[in-house]
């Protein structure tokens, strides 16, 4: 069987997602064909898509301008072509997908608190007809017969554990991914890079964009777009936040440990 598990890597401005999603598309390639850190795990494909190459060109009607600073408003999903985003994405995925939901897979079969919460939650997401465990589910019920019935009808946890199993990873990076519900509900692991307001300003001054940020961008605009983002999702329980201050080794580790634990 073949399934995608979706990562998405997000965070505020020069917090290191893109380092982080590089990184991780990196080990993935290197471990392709190899097993994915199950015995019935096997890593296929890998492909990485990013937000940022989703911007509308400067001169795009679509765009909303600062008036007091006379400078677009890159930090909206307006900005972003979506439509095309979306569309590449199904473009990868194909019509008949599969996704490696790891919450409700690695749930146990007693009803924990936090297995309650995360069910509750997939019971909303766009694409929970497209989860692996749901997948199965109708499979075993509809009975059609065969090995891999036959297999399904022990248990469900027995039957995820014994299954050979194709992954394919798909790496969404960006920092609205968990602003737009098909983005946000495709990922099956989401991580966020959060930095305080001092850090992010520093490191913001490095960098150079083209168009340059006029003064006062990011005091009037980069911030407080980014905490009214933030507040969207800062309190789901699915979406691990990182500090973005410590060293891009450490959380490059912890975001590996977390994704093996999770599958």
């Known amino acids: 069987m073949e399934t995608w598990l979706v990562i998405g890597v997000s965070g505020v401005t020069n917090g290191g997602k893109t380092?982080?999603?590089?990184?991780?598309?990196?080990?993935?390639?290197?471990h392709q064909n190899k097993v994915f850190f199950k015995e019935n795990l096997t890593l296929n494909k890998v492909v990485a898509l990013c937000q940022?190459?989703?911007?509308?060109?400067?001169?795009?009607?679509?765009?909303?301008?600062?008036?007091?600073?006379?400078?677009?408003?890159?930090e909206i999903l307006s900005s972003l072509d979506m439509d095309r985003m979306c569309q590449d994405i199904m473009k990868v995925l194909g019509q008949k997908f599969i996704l490696y939901n790891c919450h409700q897979l690695r749930q146990s079969e007693d009803?924990?608190?936090?297995?309650?919460?995360?069910?509750?939650?997939?019971?909303?997401?766009?694409?929970?007809?497209?989860?692996?465990?749901?997948f199965l589910t109708k499979y075993d019920e509809n009975g059609t017969g065969g090995?891999?019935?036959?297999?399904?009808?022990?248990?469900?946890?027995?039957?995820?554990?014994n299954m050979s199993i194709k992954i394919n990873v798909l790496l969404l990076e960006g920092f609205l991914?968990?602003?737009?519900?098909?983005?946000?509900?495709?990922?099956?692991?989401?991580?966020?890079?959060?930095?305080p307001y001092e850090r992010c300003y520093?490191?913001?001054?490095?960098?150079?964009?083209?168009?340059?940020?006029v003064v006062g961008y990011f005091e009037m605009c980069v911030w407080p777009m980014y905490e009214k983002h933030y507040r969207e999702?800062?309190?789901?329980?699915?979406?691990?936040?990182?500090?973005?201050?410590?060293?891009?080794?450490?959380?490059?580790?912890?975001v590996l440990n977390c994704i093996k634990d999770l599958l």
């Open 147 to 161: 090995r891999t019935t036959n297999l399904i009808k022990k248990s469900k946890n027995e039957s995820y554990q």
């Open 19 to 30: 380092t982080l999603a590089k990184s991780l598309e990196s080990y993935f390639l290197a």
């Open 233 to 254: 999702f800062k309190g789901r329980k699915d979406i691990y936040v990182l500090n973005g201050e410590i060293p891009q080794e450490s959380i490059f580790n912890y």
């Open 177 to 195: 991914i968990f602003n737009h519900s098909f983005t946000r509900d495709l990922c099956s692991v989401k991580f966020h890079i959060h930095l």
């Open 202 to 213: 520093a490191r913001r001054l490095q960098r150079v964009y083209d168009p340059p940020d």
């Open 111 to 134: 009803d924990s608190e936090m297995g309650e919460q995360v069910e509750s939650m997939d019971e909303f997401n766009l694409f929970a007809d497209h989860f692996l465990s749901n």
């Open 52 to 74: 940022d190459d989703y911007f509308l060109p400067v001169d795009s009607p679509r765009h909303e301008v600062i008036k007091k600073l006379n400078h677009i408003n890159w």
